[in-house]
């Protein structure tokens, strides 16, 4: 597929990475998911950057849990919809080894899911699959020359 190695190493390396951090965001979102502590938070400012697209990070919402401030992402419908006012409580997961905290509507396990599979599908395309042998036309014999009279 590449004709240079130093090609391949360069591209190999960054889809690397760019995956590795994604399964670990993905990763971490599930270990959350299935391992945090559930508490309730009250909303402290009302969704702003609603019509970012991810830029600075997208819409999202302050909440307050047990005194401190975290900001929570949220979807742009839910943001637009005004769905999070100031004053509301809101369930959430707090992480059980570093101080984070996901929306309980969250479902992180479906991407992580997803990312497992191309890893899988990655290695086996990458290190496993084997070649099909090249299909030729059959040579035919060389037809004889005429007799000469």
Known sequence: MFSN?????????????????LFGYFGME?????????????????????????????????VDVNGEAYELYISGSECNSGKYDRGKIVKVLIHP?????VMESSHPEIYFGIMVLLLGFSIYAAFLHKESPKVTAPSTPATPSAKPE
């Open 97 to 101: 080894l570093r101080n984070d905290v």
């Open 30 to 62: 599930t270990f959350v998911r299935y391992f945090g502590s559930k508490t309730d938070a009250l909303v402290t400012m009302p969704a702003f950057n609603c019509d970012d697209s991810g830029r600075y990070g997208g819409p999202k919402i302050i």
């Open 5 to 21: 190695k130093a090609a391949f190493i360069v591209m190999a390396t960054g889809m690397s990475l760019i995956f590795l951090g």
